[in-house]
């Protein structure tokens, strides 16, 4: 039967998939006792659930190999023995003979009766053994749950999954983005969390907030996921998968829209020249940003090479990455970012410091890299050598205070003094520039800008700190809004700041490549974009729609509202007069 749950839209699209839970412990199961005639019936049910996940395990163990299958088979053996054990299938039948228990309701009284008697061993590994009951039963409860129709499982099996979960860690989703996902469903989280981040970059739709997915969706269900409209529906209907096969034809149009605007110029309605720049740290990235016609890169994140080695990456290592990331834009402009590790970024070598009590406010970014100068100046070293081949910029991450440049530029000095002695080719200028993301660096700008040669926003950071509310707690979206005046103010200050010093601001927080902050961030004054590459296009078609004069007259008006949903409303009223003004002067969107 068709169930519809709603939620919110962390990354829009849709996708038809087959559900996989993630927490399938929180089933809700029926505890109405059976009826004498029921019996049978629901004995032969709990039969097949215990068939269903014995195929499972061997289907399983079939699809593993190499150093994956010597690790897991083991586990995989003993949950088949599990479900083999003659006193938990006679507990199970005695439970539905005689208990009068429903299949779901036997299932977790057995769980939760050998979890208790493990639990209460002395000896640890026995102990520990408590987690394979718990999946085993947690398998057969899910094989037990589906609902699934033939027609459903026929079509199920042509299609990828839809990830059912509390909640999802970005390097969960970014393993499996590889391997047949299709959409998030999450019961938490953030519009604004690392994994809704992760996945508006991968193209993977996703609802966060659907309260009762967990216990509505069961694993094999199909699911059409609406992240459009804000919806799953379990079972769609026929008219349901019509309005899928629709939104892919008018999605495909779309796509060739778009792709014709790859090397179209990035301009407003009114004739501003924008500047569109790509985040990257991968030369897939470095790839799409040069087929969808950025300007350069505006993020290069070093600490990928950090965070996959066990030791540090040498000199030579970073060189040849940072040199191939700069012959790989073929001359366009790139903003190399030092190491910016710490908080939610522990590397493998253990520079970052463990057991800090609040680590996102600990040593991290520049005061990591000031930390260690021998590993900093070797990285500062790779960057010079690389600077040769193309115009490079750097960008140095969470600076709160001058002095940090200063030391910056010292070891930058040094490094440079060394390479002449060693006659390595180097660059004539490095320009170097401090990344706004803490509230102390953006009041008092104007010192840093004594130091900088440009500034870059990170916008994900700065609006953690100025409003005290982390970005992937979902009890404090009302909070954690872009709109939030005070951090219009600070994103104006900062601005206008750079302007009047005749120096480059740009953005690269998540808020560059969202289309519904375009307008805000032309209006308060930016002209400097850094994104996802994947995102580039639909930015550029977005400023074609707008007059960069017509939102600048409003900027005033903006930073004197009260609250976001005032912010909201003006942005909302300023675009939508503008587009009926266009509208009624016959002025078509210019063709690229």
Same mark, same amino acid.
Do not use: W, Y
């Given at each position: 039967m068709r169930h519809l749950l709603t939620g919110t839209v962390a990354a829009h699209g849709m996708a038809l998939g087959r559900a996989r839970l993630v927490q399938p412990s929180r089933y809700t199961v029926d505890t109405r006792p059976l009826a004498e005639e029921e019996i049978e019936v629901e004995l032969q049910r709990l039969h097949q659930a215990l068939d269903t996940a014995r195929q499972e395990l061997r289907e399983l163990r079939g699809k593993l190999h190499g150093a994956l299958a010597r690790e897991v088979n083991e586990f995989i053996d003993a949950h088949s023995l599990l479900l083999d054990d003659a006193e938990l299938l006679r507990g199970l039948d005695d439970l539905v003979k005689v208990g009068h228990y429903r299949p779901g309701a036997a299932l977790k009284k057995q769980r939760d009766r050998l979890s208790a008697v493990f639990e209460a061993m002395d000896d640890p590994y026995l102990r520990s053994r408590k987690e394979d009951v718990e999946q085993v039963i947690n398998r057969v409860i899910s094989a037990l749950q589906r609902q699934t129709s033939p027609e459903e499982r026929k079509l199920a099996a042509r299609v990828g999954e839809i990830l059912i979960a509390d909640n999802i860690a970005p390097g969960d989703m970014a393993q499996l983005a590889g391997n047949g996902l299709l959409g998030v469903v999450a019961s938490s989280g953030s519009a604004y969390s690392h994994s809704a981040i992760l996945a508006r970059s991968l193209g993977l739709p996703m609802l966060v907030g659907t309260r009762d997915a967990l216990s509505n969706i069961h694993d094999d269900d199909l699911i059409l996921l609406d992240a459009e409209r804000g919806e799953a529906v379990v079972h769609p209907t026929a008219q349901d998968l019509s309005r899928y096969r629709a939104w892919q034809r008018e999605a495909a149009i779309e796509g060739r829209r778009l792709a014709k605007l790859a090397n179209a110029p990035t301009r407003t309605r009114d004739g501003v020249d924008i500047g569109l720049l790509a985040n990257a740290e991968t030369s897939i990235d470095v790839a799409m940003a040069r087929a969808r016609g950025a300007d350069g890169v505006g993020l290069y994140r070093t600490e990928f090479l950090f965070l996959k080695h066990k030791g540090l990456p040498s000199e030579d290592e970073q060189f040849i990455a940072y040199r191939d990331l700069v012959m790989g834009m073929g001359g366009l402009p790139v903003t190399i970012r030092t190491l910016d590790l710490g908080a939610d970024k522990a590397d493998a070598a253990g520079l970052s410091l463990r057991g800090e009590d609040n680590p996102a406010l600990g040593v991290r970014g520049v005061r990591l890299s000031l930390r260690y100068p021998a590993v900093f100046t070797t990285q500062i070293r790779a960057i010079l050598r690389a600077a040769c081949y193309g115009p490079v910029r750097v960008l140095v991450p969470m600076v709160t205070q001058p002095?940090?440049?200063?030391?910056?530029?010292?070891?930058?000095? #040094? $490094?440079?003094? /060394?390479?002449?002695?060693?006659?390595?080719?180097?660059?004539?200028? &490095?320009?170097?520039?401090?990344?706004?993301?803490?509230?102390?660096?953006?009041?008092?700008?104007?010192?840093l800008l004594e130091y900088a040669d440009f500034l870059a926003i990170g916008t994900n950071d700065l609006a953690q700190y100025v409003l005290a509310a982390d970005r992937g707690n979902d009890a404090l979206e009302n909070i954690y809004n872009p709109l939030q005046p005070a951090l219009l103010r600070l994103l104006s200050h900062v601005i206008s700041a750079g302007r009047r010093a005749k120096k480059p601001v740009s953005l690269c927080g998540e808020i560059a490549g969202d289309v519904n902050f375009t307008a805000l961030l032309l209006m308060l004054g930016l002209c400097e974009f850094?994104?996802?590459?994947?995102?580039?296009?639909?930015?550029?078609?977005? #400023? $074609?729609?707008? /007059?960069?004069?017509?939102?600048?007259?409003?900027?005033?008006?903006? &930073?004197?509202?009260?609250?976001?949903?005032?912010?909201?409303?003006?942005?909302?009223?300023?675009?939508?007069?503008?587009?009926?003004?266009?509208?009624?002067?016959?002025?078509?969107?210019?063709?690229a």
């Open positions: 002095d940090e440049l200063i030391a910056v530029r010292t070891l930058f000095k #040094l $490094a440079r003094q /060394d390479l002449k002695r060693e006659n390595i080719d180097l660059p004539e200028k &490095l320009p170097l520039g401090a990344m706004i993301e803490v509230p102390a660096a953006a009041i008092n700008v104007r010192a850094s994104m996802h590459p994947g995102q580039i296009l639909q930015v550029r078609d977005r #400023l $074609a729609t707008l /007059d960069h004069a017509e939102l600048r007259r409003h900027a005033a008006r903006l &930073l004197r509202v009260h609250t976001h949903e005032q912010a909201e409303a003006l942005l909302n009223d300023v675009v939508n007069a503008s587009e009926a003004l266009n509208q009624c002067a016959g002025r078509e969107r210019p063709v």
